[in-house]
């Protein structure tokens, strides 16, 4: 008997029906969230990178969409020289249409994609809560592609009480301004290798309507000199007009706790945590980078980032992986962190990239997730 699933690539007409699917599946945890992705699914998904393709698992009784997954490809560092690197993102399916072998019958379907020679490795991130994902995506069950696990990601929330006060006397901080762009491009490709997959950011992603960065002004970007040298950036990226987090709802003592702890907040100078349905207030920080890779020189930089959210009762989120040595420095400002883990994704093709992977730390961009 033909099954009644067909997997394929997502088309225009489909993308309101992508948003609809999105929405309808929060990821699991102690705050579930769901990240909404209007007024449309596929401008949302140009920050992922220049290459994008969405995968759709359609009820064909129906002609339902049911389920997507996203394969997107860039430009990343690996070992200090760039080279193209996937990332798999957006796994979605209905909770109906769960426990049927849809899962491998899709990367079935995405390996007949990987063919094309893109990229012949991927990245990706699994909540932590997310047991059912974890269990089936590193099973090693036929047809799916290896998963090296790469330790966790964190991602920081930063609050009022954890601002970072010490001034450093020998940096100016400002906001950069279009003429910067040469500076910075020059700067991040300098410093920015310094950790593994560290995106290769060209003209026409900065600063652009278009770009990988859009929505990213250059008075959003807050840069430090020292002696007229750039030696640090870090972007405020408000994403809210195509990309949104949104709280689906809480489990465990948080849920229990939740309207106590709100009220305490204001006193604990703490973010307070937003009631389930509403959109989450805040930023991503973007384009973390110092000169040496130094987190002391990131603190002023968030010094007048998170000082500019705090008046309009925002809070900026900021990914960082655990081994990277800015971690045990920003955890100290952090209340709340939301812990994914990360994978390396690969066919038999990408095996040699895996095992030749240096000590660098690895980096995501929080925004292009």
Do not use: K
Request: proline fraction near 9%; charged fraction near 25%; include cysteine.
């Amino acid at each position: 008997m033909p099954s009644p699933y067909r997997f394929e690539l997502a088309s225009p007409a489909d993308d309101g029906r992508l948003c609809e699917v999105l929405a309808a599946t929060p990821t699991p945890g102690a705050v579930a969230v769901r990240f909404r992705r209007e007024p449309s699914y596929f401008a949302a998904a140009r920050v992922e990178g220049p290459f994008h393709q969405t995968v759709v698992c359609r009820h064909e009784p129906s002609g339902e969409i049911v389920g997507c997954g996203g394969r997107s490809v860039a430009m990343r560092s690996v070992n200090g020289a760039a080279r193209p690197i996937g990332y798999l993102g957006q796994l979605r399916l209905l909770a109906e249409h769960r426990r049927r072998g849809l899962v491998p019958r899709g990367y079935r379907f995405f390996r007949r994609l990987h063919a094309d020679g893109r990229a012949a490795c991927y990245l990706t991130t699994i909540g932590d809560d997310n047991r059912t994902a974890l269990e089936l995506l590193t099973s090693g069950r036929a047809g799916l592609p290896a998963y090296h696990g790469l330790g966790r990601y964190r991602t920081l929330v930063l609050g009022p009480r954890q601002l970072p006060q010490a001034a450093r006397v020998d940096i100016e901080v400002r906001r950069a301004t279009l003429d910067d762009r040469p500076a910075l491009l020059e700067f991040l490709a300098r410093e920015g290798p310094r950790r593994q997959f560290f995106p290769q950011v060209d003209a026409d992603d900065l600063f652009t309507a278009e770009g990988t960065y859009r929505g990213l002004p250059p008075g959003d970007v807050w840069t430090a000199w020292r002696n007229g040298m750039l030696c640090g950036t870090l972007g405020v990226w408000d994403q809210r007009a195509f990309r949104r987090q949104q709280i689906a709802g809480y489990g465990g003592w948080i849920g229990r706790l939740r309207p106590a702890y709100n009220l305490l907040a204001p006193m604990l100078a703490r973010p307070q945590l937003p009631a389930p349905g509403e959109i989450v207030p805040c930023r991503l920080a973007a384009l973390p980078v110092t000169e040496g890779h130094d987190p002391e020189l990131l603190l002023p930089l968030l010094a007048r980032a998170v000082a500019e959210q705090l008046a309009t009762g925002e809070s900026l989120l900021l990914g960082v992986h655990e081994a990277d040595p800015w971690y045990g420095v920003l955890r100290r400002y952090a209340p709340w962190e939301y812990v994914t883990r990360l994978f390396f994704v690969c066919f038999d093709d990408g095996e040699p990239i895996f095992e030749q992977l240096d000590g660098r730390p690895p980096y995501l961009e929080l925004g292009c997730l």
